[in-house]
């Protein structure tokens, strides 16, 4: 294989996952020497999704009218769109603005109820993109080809999904501990370009103690597992 054409992009999150790319330290030297950043806001001065990308890291949800644009473009142009963090993963963080409801609600809030003086709201969509009804997760808009969880995901984690890339071998987010939300389980093999197999629910990865049905005595919250450590005694 060639040198990798990498690219991350940036929708809505904040920036915490790049954060994380750049926590690889070292490795980011080993990199350079293996592969070309042809896309990256907060890294590289290319405005213009490029064509004939291999791989991208996509950190944040889809929150406005750029944002959806863009990871259109990501697709269409991407062999291996990887969901980078939880908010592009579950919208997380990025959609907790959902509850107020669509987004002329968001925008009265911000803008009219909690603006002294209030107004006006933005309306030019060359300066403020058009905010989305609803932040929804990159896979809700797009083939995603593999999920890293995390808020953010360890650089180590980032690294060690890079490795097996640049490598050509398969990415078996099982053995990276990537467990979350029953996605994960996904094989990647650039050289014979993107796989997205259908995932039928029974070949889901199960939560031990949730989706198996049984208790899990090391995670909070089990039933099962007793009172917090921190949860004071219950009052007599
Ligand atoms: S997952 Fe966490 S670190 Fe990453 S963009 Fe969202 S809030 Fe920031």
Redesign the pocket.
């Known amino acids: 294989m060639g040198r990798l054409r990498l690219a991350t992009a940036w929708l809505g999150?904040?920036?915490?996952?790049h954060m994380s790319f750049l926590d690889m330290d070292e490795f980011l030297l080993d990199l350079a020497d293996l592969a070309d950043l042809v896309f990256s806001p907060p890294l590289v001065d290319t405005k213009v999704y490029p064509e004939g990308v291999d791989l991208v890291l996509v950190?944040?949800a889809v929150c406005n009218a750029e944002h959806l644009a863009l990871i259109r473009t990501i697709r269409r142009r991407t062999r291996l769109v990887v969901a980078l963090?939880?908010?592009a993963v579950t919208g997380?963080?990025?959609a907790i603005r959902n509850v107020l409801g669509g987004a002329s609600a968001v925008l009265g809030r911000s803008y009219l109820e909690n603006c002294d003086p209030p107004g006006p709201i933005p309306s030019d969509p060359d300066l403020v993109p058009t905010l989305l009804d609803r932040v929804v997760p990159v896979h809700a808009v797009v083939d995603v080809d593999l999920f890293l969880p995390?808020?953010?995901p360890s650089g180590p984690t980032i690294r060690a999904v890079l490795e097996k890339v640049i490598a050509g071998e398969p990415v078996d987010p099982g053995t990276l501990g990537l467990h979350f939300g029953g996605y994960g389980r996904r094989s990647l093999e650039l050289d014979g370009g993107p796989t997205r197999p259908e995932w039928p629910s029974r070949d889901r990865p199960t939560r031990k103690g949730r989706d198996d049905g049984r208790a899990n005595p090391d995670r909070p919250g089990d039933p099962d597992r007793g009172p917090r450590q921190d949860q004071h005694p219950p009052e007599r």
């Open positions: 999150g904040c920036s915490g996952c950190e944040g963090g939880d908010c997380n963080v990025s995390g808020c953010p």
